[in-house]
T-cell receptor
Framework: GAVVSQHPSWVICKSGTSVKIECRSLDFQATTMFWYRQFPKQSLMLMATSNEGSKATYEQGVEKDKFLINHASLTLSTLTVTSAHPEDSSFYIC?????????????FGPGTRLTVT | TQLLEQSPQFLSIQEGENLTVYCNSSSVFSSLQWYRQEPGEGPVLLVTVVTGGEVKKLKRLTFQFGDARKDSSLHITAAQPGDTGLYLCAGAIQAGTALIFGKGTTLSVSS
């Protein structure tokens, strides 16, 4: 099956610093990847849609200058949280569609736990 | 306003019992997916339903997509402690677009 990886799996950073999270499709090429965040005991909230070679599309209320998304290749999308603050602490999850399995399914990475102190 | 209403939010049952989780919307979806998520991990896809009225079975799990493609259900027969986890329904209004998630159902099965 389709495998999506994320790195790092967890990260602790100080307030005001930036942190980059990588999302990779390991055995398929993904023209589109999605970034979600999840707070404890809550569901996933879509942050943005990342398209290879073009600008990401952000959901309403998500600051594009704070959450920088780059999708430079068909297997890698990155999310950079700039000038992180404690309220940015969350579980960040990416997903990707595997074109080999059709247009419906999305496969999720294992998530990245970000803690901002 | 939550586009996908999932219920119940919490469910605590004994081993061997049956249960049903519901996912409802006023919108029509091109597809609905069910995921299971363990703490600290990403969601794992269980099933995708795309045709109105479709029923899919995965061992003791039965998934149904409503005729109008606005709702779905997950039925677990003879629940086991290993079924414990967060179950999420998610749908795409248009094929290939981002998924909209329900709030999830936290299932606890005790032996």
């Amino acid at each position: 099956g389709a495998v999506v990886s994320q790195h790092p799996s967890w990260v602790i950073c100080k307030s005001g610093t930036s942190v980059k999270i990588e999302c990779r499709s390991l055995d398929f090429q993904a023209t589109t990847m999605f970034w979600y965040r999840q707070f404890p005991k809550q569901s996933l909230m879509l942050m943005a849609t990342s398209n290879e070679g073009s600008k990401a599309t952000y959901e309403q209320g998500v600051e594009k200058d704070k959450f920088l998304i780059n999708h430079a290749s068909l297997t890698l999308s990155t999310l950079t949280v700039t000038s992180a603050h404690p309220e940015d602490s969350s579980f960040y999850i990416c997903s990707a569609r595997d074109p080999r399995t059709g247009i419906y399914e999305q496969y999720f990475g294992p998530g990245t736990r970000l803690t901002v102190t | 306003t939550q586009l996908l209403e999932q219920s119940p939010q919490f469910l605590s049952i004994q081993e061997g019992e049956n249960l049903t989780v519901y996912c409802n919307s006023s919108s029509v979806f091109s597809s609905l997916q069910w995921y299971r998520q363990e703490p600290g991990e990403g969601p794992v896809l269980l099933v995708t339903v795309v045709t109105g009225g479709e029923v899919k079975k995965l061992k003791r799990l039965t998934f149904q997509f409503g005729d109008a493609r606005k709702d779905s259900s997950l039925h677990i027969t003879a629940a086991q402690p290993g079924d414990t986890g967060l179950y999420l329904c998610a749908g795409a209004i248009q094929a290939g677009t981002a998924l909209i998630f329900g709030k999830g159902t936290t299932l606890s099965v005790s032996s």
